[in-house]
């Protein structure tokens, strides 16, 4: 995930949206906006399945929370900043057209 979504701007996100974490948490901050963006692709999970699925990944807290730990973790942070991350990774992701080729079919 961290490929289409870079650290950094989860960090620039986060600064801009006020949601940046100020003390030391189990769950900083931007492994809760990754959370959040993993329960978009694991929608049949639960938030510890959610929670399995996204650190099967390397790089993650060693951290085993509980539903109610991530379920407050979510709230805190909010929805701004996955919607943020959420609408720029459209963009990244967006394919390319040829020159020429309108993108709309038919040519």
């Given amino acids: 995930m961290t490929q289409i979504i870079s650290p950094s701007l989860v960090d620039a996100v986060l600064a801009k949206t006020g949601r940046v974490q ?15 963006l993993a329960m978009a692709l694991f929608t ?4 510890r399945g959610v929670w399995a699925c996204l650190v099967a990944g390397a ?10 730990a991530l379920r407050q973790a979510r709230r805190r942070i909010g929805s ?10 459209k963009v990244l992701l967006r394919p390319r057209t ?8 038919g040519g």
Avoid at 25 to 32: E, G, Q
Avoid at 59 to 68: C, F, R, T
Avoid at 80 to 89: D, G, I, L, V, Y
């Fill in 44 to 47: 049949e999970c639960g938030y």
């Fill in 98 to 105: 040829r020159r020429g080729h309108g993108g709309r079919g």
């Fill in 59 to 68: 790089g993650l807290p060693d951290v085993d929370p509980s539903a109610a």
């Fill in 22 to 36: 100020s003390r030391v948490r189990k769950l900083p901050s931007r492994v809760v906006v990754y959370f959040v």
């Fill in 80 to 89: 701004a900043p996955w919607s943020r991350c959420s609408t720029r990774s």
